[in-house]
């Protein structure tokens, strides 16, 4: 008996030790956590407005490519349906559908394949706010900034957000404010929450658990005629400059990588078929150059210590500032007094502003100058709105005595009627034509507005 009692204490306890239950305790297998989808990691994300407009900055990103080794993705703010086609017959929706694939065979030339678009309405106009109010601007605000906890891109590269003679396209300058408000709240956790949510349970359909991410420089470029004024506002890259790489120049690259853009760039199929030589003669004419020399990227803002976690950008939207000796004040509205309080609110100090405000419009149509009066203390206000125009223009309505109701500030506007010019006639113009709105009231002046004009024998609708 005592016999058996002793083999069952010892056979308990070799499997005592045996299971390591007591002394010994073998380890748990450690269970790895999932980190973020490496395959969409990008160094640089170019935020754009439609099908095409990555070509605006194709030259340097070719270079970033190719020889710098930068991983690049792109984000289209719309699908382009609004715009011409010089291919083919297809408009609308369907013009869309085909810009989309052009915008990525032609991403694809360049090694991008990470391409997203937006849900933003191709909108013809030079406003912003028009793009702003079509696009859905707070549903695609949140999506770019899902794209950019997504990407975590080191760079944001963009349109400029500003108004300047030339193209001027307010969906341009709308991508541009998206990237920018992007820039700031990606890595703001009280910024759409539920994206940076972990989740709580195995199959979570709402938590997106993506983290926050603070992208360290915001750059620019811009449609404008006049590059020249960007000169020194950031880096500058020679387009003519031989890829070491690729043993071709880098504006070659960038018009072979434009080629898919068939409805946009119907000249690509003909440009393909020239020889060397023949490209370069065709180039090397002012008249067909696409891109400045060199391309200077305008560097917007930068974070010096981008790696803290949760590093908040604290914005303030500062008041128009009001003369002490005045009660009121007169001031250009629209856009130009967007831009005002944008700028100053994202903490954009350095960027060009343009020597005043300007905008080109096309000759024969109806120029509107949007104008606010500043009147802080609330009161019903008399004012005399008076209009110096260059001659042959006419003043259409806004002019005169107006009575502004009892509230601090009153939005106006004054429309002109432009004269209609041909194309020898606009040539022999002058660059620009100024039109000056003075306004004042019983107290005295309350100030004048200044806005340059150029008129084209085109443009986009104001």
């Not at 009280?190 to 983290?211: D, H, I, K, M, W």
């Not at 760039?265 to 393909?272: C, G, K």
């Not at 305008?298 to 500032?321: Q, Y």
């Not at 939005?411 to 620009?432: H, N, Y």
């Amino acid at each position: 008996m005592k016999r058996l009692l002793v083999l069952s204490i010892v056979a308990f306890v070799l499997s005592v030790v045996g299971s390591g239950s007591l002394c010994a305790q073998t380890a748990a297998p450690v269970q790895a956590v999932k980190g973020p989808d490496e395959r969409f990691k990008t160094d640089i994300l170019v935020v754009v407005a439609h099908p095409d407009d990555e070509g605006g900055v194709t030259p340097y990103l070719a270079r970033a490519i190719y020889d710098e080794h930068k991983r690049v993705a792109v984000v289209f703010a719309t699908r382009g349906g609004s715009g011409g086609n010089d291919y083919s017959r297809e408009h609308g929706p369907a013009l869309a559908d085909i810009r989309e694939q052009e915008a990525r065979a032609a991403c694809a030339k360049l090694g991008i394949t990470n391409v997203w678009f937006l849900e933003g309405k191709d909108t013809a106009s030079q406003n912003v706010l028009n793009s702003l109010a079509n696009w859905g601007h707070g549903a695609n605000l949140e999506a770019l900034v899902r794209i950019v906890r997504l990407t975590r891109p080191e760079v944001i590269i963009t349109w400029l957000p500003g108004i300047f003679i030339g193209e001027n396209h307010g969906d341009h300058q709308a991508a541009g404010v998206l990237a920018t408000e992007g820039f700031d709240l990606a890595n703001d956790p009280t910024a759409f929450p539920a994206q940076v949510a972990g989740s709580t349970r195995r199959l979570e359909v709402y938590l997106e658990n993506l983290t926050p991410w603070q992208p360290k420089k915001l750059y620019f470029f811009s449609d404008a005629e006049d590059q020249k004024q960007f000169d020194g506002t950031g880096p500058a890259y020679s387009i003519k400059e031989i890829s070491p790489s690729q043993k071709k120049s880098y504006w070659q690259l960038a018009l072979e990588a434009a080629a898919p853009h068939l409805t946009q760039f119907p000249q690509a199929q003909e440009l393909q078929k020239m020889t060397d030589e023949q490209l370069k003669k065709f180039m090397e004419d002012p008249n067909n150059m696409f891109w400045p020399e060199p391309m200077t990227l305008t560097l917007g803002k930068e974070m010096p210590d981008a790696g803290a976690p949760f590093n908040r950008i604290e914005r303030s939207f500062p008041s128009v500032a009001v003369d002490g000796s005045m009660s009121a004040r007169l001031s250009l509205a629209g856009p130009w007094r967007y831009y005002e309080r944008f700028c100053a609110g994202h903490q954009l100090v350095k960027l060009q502003k343009g020597a005043g405000p300007e905008i080109a419009i096309k000759a024969g149509s109806s120029l509107v100058i949007p104008l606010v009066v500043d009147h802080p203390n609330g009161k019903p206000l008399d004012v005399q709105v008076d209009v110096v125009l260059p001659d042959g223009w006419k003043l259409t309505r806004g002019s005169g005595k107006v009575r502004l109701p009892e509230e601090d500030r009153t939005d106006l506007s004054v429309e002109i009627a432009t004269p209609e010019l041909s194309k020898e006639e606009l040539k022999k113009s002058a660059a620009t034509q100024e039109v000056v709105v003075r306004g004042s009231a019983a107290r005295g002046p309350l100030g004048e507005v200044r806005l340059k004009v150029a008129l084209r024998a085109s443009a986009l609708a104001q």
